[in-house]
């Protein structure tokens, strides 16, 4: 079945620092892949996604790129702040069979310090 | 505008009563699914309905937990004979009929058993 690998938290970062969080998927057909954001108190919310391979999505000076030839999706952005303290979920969709069960990693808490 | 909506927010019962969780989607989203998460874990999938139907029932724990939508809009998730390790935030998420469509997540339902 599908799944998504992503990397275990916390990740703690000083404000302007650079920001990656890997995720890798393992998935048959041509999923669609996303990243959604929880922030403390909030309900998850879509940050980005991306349709196809070599698609880029992009919010808030988030990025992420769909690597097909290393099924990969990673997340970064150049310079966080003290307001992107969150829990970051790396998610596919219509993986197996174009069905559109929605898989997500377990999630990555990031913590960023003035 | 109307997201998706939850409740109750927050459910507090005994060991061995039955609960039932509501979700009232998005207006025009076929899909509808939920998910469970619990503390310091990633996001469980749970089940998933098109319309009225569900074709994936997977993710249910055990036959205690089941669900049903009708009318292709509000769902009830209902768990018997809860038990200590049902204790978690059980989310809904809805979105439109396509693996490139995003899921919009309500508050979840905070469940606790005692």
């Known amino acids: 079945g599908d799944s998504v690998t992503q990397m275990e938290g916390p990740v703690t970062l000083s404000e302007e620092a650079f920001l990656t969080i890997n995720c890798t998927y393992t998935?048959?057909?041509?999923?669609?892949l996303f990243w959604y954001v929880q922030y403390p108190g909030e309900g998850l919310q879509l940050l980005l996604k991306a349709t196809k391979a070599d698609d880029k999505g992009s919010n808030k000076g988030f990025e992420a790129t769909y690597r097909k030839e290393t099924t990969s999706f990673h997340l970064e952005k150049g310079s966080v702040q003290v307001s992107d303290s969150a829990v970051y979920f790396c998610?596919?969709?219509?993986?197996?069979?174009?069905?559109?069960?929605?898989?997500f990693g377990i999630g990555t808490k990031l913590q960023v310090i003035p | 505008g109307a997201g998706v909506s939850q409740s109750p927010s927050n459910k507090v019962t005994e060991k061995g009563k039955d609960v039932e969780l509501r979700c009232d989607p998005i207006s025009g989203h076929t899909a509808l699914y939920w998910y469970r998460q619990s503390l310091g874990q990633g996001l469980e999938f749970l089940i998933y309905f098109q319309g009225n139907s569900a074709p994936d029932k997977s993710g249910l724990p055990s036959d205690r937990f089941s669900a049903e939508r009708t009318g292709g809009s509000v769902s009830t998730l209902t768990i018997q004979r809860t038990q200590q390790e049902d204790s978690a935030v059980y989310l809904c998420a809805s979105s439109l009929p396509s693996t490139n469509s995003p899921l919009h997540f309500g508050n979840g339902t905070r469940l606790t058993v005692t």
């Open positions: 998610a596919l969709s219509g993986g197996s069979g174009g069905y559109q069960k929605v898989t």
């Open positions: 998935a048959t057909g041509y999923p669609s």
